[in-house]
T-cell receptor, first 110, second 116 residues
């Protein structure tokens, strides 16, 4: 079975902190994604990566950056966390036919 | 740009009954994929069913089936013999084939409640 893991299920950070969310997949997938999930808005794509060190902006990249130094690991970085970044963050990787999701990180910025 | 619309924020169904969740999409592409994903409370999102646009036959997975109407750009999910474990958020998603990426576009979701 494909496994996508995220470093934390719940995270509480203060405004202005630098925040790292990590995602690891164990199936050698080339494509990985970071989404933000908010009630009534569905899943919105923040960034995606199609190979090591390769990345593309999604629909809402402002305030975020990403890093992919190894194929299995895709990190989302909030350079200076703000309260409007309080949300559920989902990581996914794409296999042959579908995206596989991690359990999500619920981030609260106070 | 492609869009995916789920017009039912919430639906309820009695256990053992049938329910249909609606999804419409807009695209100018002729070849694409459509998906229904399920997100149970506090659990991981999983794929329910997948449909290739070039296939006329509607996809089926056990109690889950779709009604794919390509001309109408409609992709509804039917759940038969609903069970308590079907209670979840359901997301409809679209992936095109012309961009060369695996980007998905998701709808806003439908919360399904199953009543005992």
């Amino acid at each position: 079975d494909v496994k996508v893991t995220q470093s934390s299920r719940y995270l509480v950070k203060r405004t202005g902190e630098k925040v790292f969310l990590e995602c690891v997949q164990d199936m050698d997938h080339e494509n990985m994604f970071w989404y933000r999930q908010d009630p009534g808005l569905g899943l919105r794509l923040i960034y995606f990566s199609y190979d090591v060190k390769m990345k593309e902006k999604g629909d809402i990249p402002e305030g975020y950056s990403v890093s992919r130094e190894k194929k299995e690991r895709f990190s989302l970085i909030l350079e200076s966390a703000s309260t409007n970044q309080t949300s559920m963050y989902l990581c996914a990787s794409h296999g042959a036919y579908e995206q596989y999701f991690g359990p999500g990180t619920r981030l609260t910025v106070t | 740009a492609q869009t995916v619309t789920q017009s039912q924020p919430e639906m309820s169904v009695q256990e053992a009954e049938t329910v249909t969740l609606s999804c419409t999409y807009d695209t100018s592409e002729s070849d694409y994929y459509l998906f229904w994903y399920k997100q149970p409370p506090s659990r991981q999102m999983i794929l329910v069913i997948r449909q290739e646009a070039y296939k006329q036959q509607n996809a089926t997975e056990n109690r889950f089936s779709v009604n794919f109407q390509k001309a109408a750009k409609s992709f509804s999910l039917k759940i038969s013999d609903s069970q308590l474990g079907d209670a979840a958020m359901y997301f409809c998603a679209y992936r095109g084939t012309t961009s060369g990426t695996y980007k998905y576009i998701f709808g806003t979701g439908t919360r399904l409640k199953v009543l005992a």
